[in-house]
């Protein structure tokens, strides 16, 4: 089972993806898919992992997630953008073979038995970037984000914590 959960920045989409988890299961695994880049971005992670108790298997990975120990748990993804920034890096900042690299890692991942509950933003809701790779990989989310949401048993959308449940 996949269920996509994306919105806004604070949007309520960590705290609502790990509500979820835990009525699922007693034992979730949380995939936290960040490299720490800055001082701030280390106080966000702080923050999400204070978040979070022991009942909580807990793993970093840049990549190749579908190599995890996975199989028939209840997993938290978090989340697409920081998981794209890695391919995009990786590829350079190119588009296409960044988007191919996440779409055969998405396949490869839903072949595995469990549910995935997979987090992800909606840049282009906000701000227009304003440089060219900015708007470049404004356009590779919003790709990928099309490309989760139609593989998803379930999408919800959230809103000031508020969960709009768009296909079900």
Known sequence: MLIFITGGVRSGKSSYAQKRA??????PVYVATAKIWDEDFQERVTRHQNDRGPEWTNFEAYRDLYLLPLQGRHVVIDCITLWLTNFFMDRNNDIELSLSDFKK???QLIEIPGTFIIISNELG?????DTPVGRKFADLQGWANQYVAAKADEAVFMVSGLPLFLKK
Do not use: S, W, Y
């Open 22 to 27: 835990k009525e699922l299961c007693t034992d």
């Open 105 to 107: 890692e998405i396949d």
């Open 125 to 129: 809701m906000g701000m227009h970037a």
